[in-house]
């Protein structure tokens, strides 16, 4: 499984990066829409956090997070841009303020830079988005610490999970330059 996950992690991003057409392009940014994420799930899972297939099935489930829930996504990138107070959000590339629509399109942006732009780029910039939501929801988290503590948990474990994506990312984003990201 984990040699099927890696080579058709690497055959799907060789052969857009070879000929990235528009249409090819937006088939995949859009590929969830119309398989759904159980399609890649079966995929890539499974495979480590720093391995190309797995940097894409995070990629994938941030894709997903945005999509599934905008209006939350904005208000955490909002919340997250004023307390974190770091390049990142500069980094992501959303405009300020960013509402649903806009992170909607800046997560299929960054996934479109994944196989048409520079792949590091594109991932330390969903490493940076994923900065800014988690210091979001933790912002969120600790406004429902008194009031509702199961809310809050449940902030606090996004939070973390997207804190470890981001240093996943930023991780493959070195492995690539290094060209060792397999």
């Given at each position: ?56 099935w ?16 904005a ?18 590339g959303a ?87 397999m």
């Amino acid at each position: 499984m984990s040699r099927i996950a890696h080579a058709t992690a690497s055959a799907l991003l060789t052969r857009v990066r070879n000929e990235p057409t528009d249409v090819v392009v937006q088939r995949l940014v859009g590929f969830t829409d119309a398989h759904g994420l159980e399609t890649v799930a079966e995929l890539w899972s499974h495979s480590p956090a720093t391995s190309l297939p797995g940097t894409l099935w995070r990629l994938y489930l941030l894709q997903l997070m945005v999509r599934e829930d905008a209006a939350t996504a904005a208000l955490l990138y909002e919340r997250g841009r004023v307390v974190l107070q770091s390049v990142d959000d500069v980094v992501a590339g959303a405009p300020t303020p960013a509402g649903p629509e806009e992170l909607m399109t800046l997560v299929d942006e960054i996934l479109r830079g994944v196989f048409t732009g520079d792949f590091a780029v594109a991932l330390e910039r969903a490493a940076s988005f994923c900065r800014v939501e988690s210091a979001g929801a933790t912002d969120i988290a600790d406004d429902y610490d008194d009031s509702e503590p199961e809310r809050a948990t449940a902030f606090t474990t996004r939070a973390l999970r997207l804190d470890t994506y981001a240093g996943d990312l930023t991780a493959c984003a070195r492995l690539w330059r290094r060209d060792a990201l397999m």
